[in-house]
T-cell receptor
């Protein structure tokens, strides 16, 4: 068990460019979540997957954002035509079961995105 | 919009002192979690409370869930420099809702 892994740890891009982040959850965790955290704030929910199915998306996830989990294992989060307001820490988390039964949520170290 | 307000936002105290951090909401949550986050890292779960009035202890940390399940507190006894970090509360809504609502955070600094 190596924990939730996110790549890259840091990304600097110019406004208008596309970026893609990867998340590898803890093996056998069927639920995978994406959160965004801006400086001085708590994380905000973006979307979550149960296996390969994307079951909920926040209104924060504009049409420039897309997330996939094609084989129910790793996930990617793509941001098209980045804007300076997209600068944030993008956190991935996974859990073995539903949070409704108080399953523990494990977070990765995040990808820090800076849009210049 | 953050539905969970934490206070204080910043707290800096001397090693050995006691402190309490509060997490308040006008909404009812089915569960309340507390996390600690170090700079450049993701949050790490400390505890989950699910019953109104529940108290849980983790060494020098005491967590309480309000009777009405709208608020929670974290009390640290004899704070140590290793307690330094960002403390986040997060509320869960129960079955059918996998989204956690995080609080605004309390940045705690323990001065040796």
């Amino acid at each position: 068990d190596t924990g939730v892994s996110q790549d890259p740890r840091h990304k600097i891009t110019k406004r208008g460019q596309n970026v893609t982040f990867r998340c590898d959850p803890i093996s056998e965790h069927n639920r995978l979540y994406w959160y965004r955290q801006t400086l001085g704030q708590g994380p905000e929910f973006l979307t979550y997957f149960q296996n390969e199915a994307q079951l909920e998306k926040s209104r924060l996830l504009s049409d420039r954002f897309s997330a996939e989990r094609p084989k129910g294992s790793f996930s990617t989060l793509e941001i098209q035509r980045t804007e300076q307001g997209d600068s944030a820490m993008y956190l991935c988390a996974s859990s073995l079961g539903t949070l409704a039964t108080n399953e523990k949520l494990f977070f990765g170290s995040g990808t820090q995105l800076s849009v210049l | 919009t953050q539905l969970l307000e934490q206070s204080p936002q910043f707290l800096s105290i001397q090693e050995g002192e006691n402190l309490t951090v509060y997490c308040n909401s006008s909404s009812v949550f089915s569960s309340l979690q507390w996390y600690r986050q170090e700079p450049g890292e993701g949050p790490v779960l400390l505890v989950t409370v699910v019953t109104g009035g529940e108290v849980k202890k983790l060494k020098r940390l005491t967590f309480q869930f309000g009777d009405a399940r709208k608020d929670s507190s974290l009390h640290i006894t004899a704070a140590q420099p290793g307690d330094t970090g960002l403390y986040l509360c997060a509320g869960g809504r129960g079955f059918g809702n996998e989204k956690l609502t995080f609080g605004t955070g309390t940045r705690l600094t323990i001065i040796p």
